[in-house]
């Protein structure tokens, strides 16, 4: 059994996040991590009660939706609305943070920005972590979490097997079994 690390685990969360995102733009989701324990999540979207983008449309000035807040922004107002401290702590993101974020990020005391993707990564952010001292390390999502991924694996095993039992050309069936290895130990 493979047993998945802190980093898959909490960027999955945010993976996970994003998925509730309301804005058609960018689905982005962010995890606030102190301790190796989730004390925050966000995802962009409108703010509580509001209009969303996905029903809506977005509301775009200068290229920008200006209704959304963004992910990361939405994690840090959560821990301020509950009072949790953001000092020391870690996000994980599933997008390169904004410039607006970024200066959020910092002054939260957050210490490590644990990214997946590019996003237009800004020379300014950069510059802004780097000089407070904040670590930006990119973290990819390394297998999609499934969890069916065993029972999937035994039936294809299971089905592979009966396969076999009737007779099937060999060549054939070996071709399948290895789609079957790629496919669930990749
Ligand atoms: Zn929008
Ligand atoms: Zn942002």
Do not use: M
């Given at each position: 059994m493979n047993r998945i690390s802190w980093d898959q685990y909490f960027m999955a969360q945010s993976h996970l996040l994003a998925?509730?995102?309301?804005?058609?733009?960018l689905a982005v989701g962010a995890t606030i991590v102190r301790d190796n324990r989730i004390i925050a999540g966000g995802y962009n979207g409108?703010?509580?009660g509001g209009t969303h983008c996905i029903d809506d449309g977005c509301y775009v000035i200068d290229n920008h939706c200006v209704r959304t807040i963004h992910a990361e922004m939405n994690a840090i107002i959560q821990c301020a609305k509950f009072g949790v401290p953001t000092a020391n702590a870690e996000i994980y993101v599933t997008h390169f943070p904004c410039l607006q974020c970024c200066k959020s990020i910092i002054q939260a005391g957050i210490q490590a920005v644990y990214y997946a993707e590019d996003y237009k990564n800004h020379p300014y952010a950069i510059e802004l972590f780097e000089q407070a001292g904040v670590k930006m390390e990119k973290v990819k999502m390394?297998?999609?979490?499934?969890?069916?991924g065993k029972q999937k694996q035994d039936f294809v095993h299971s089905l592979l097997q009966q396969l076999e039992a009737t007779g099937v050309d060999q060549e054939e069936l070996s071709k399948l079994q290895q789609k079957a290895y790629q496919l669930f130990n990749d």
């Open positions: 998925l509730r995102s309301t804005c058609n733009r409108s703010i509580a390394i297998q999609p979490i499934d969890v069916y």
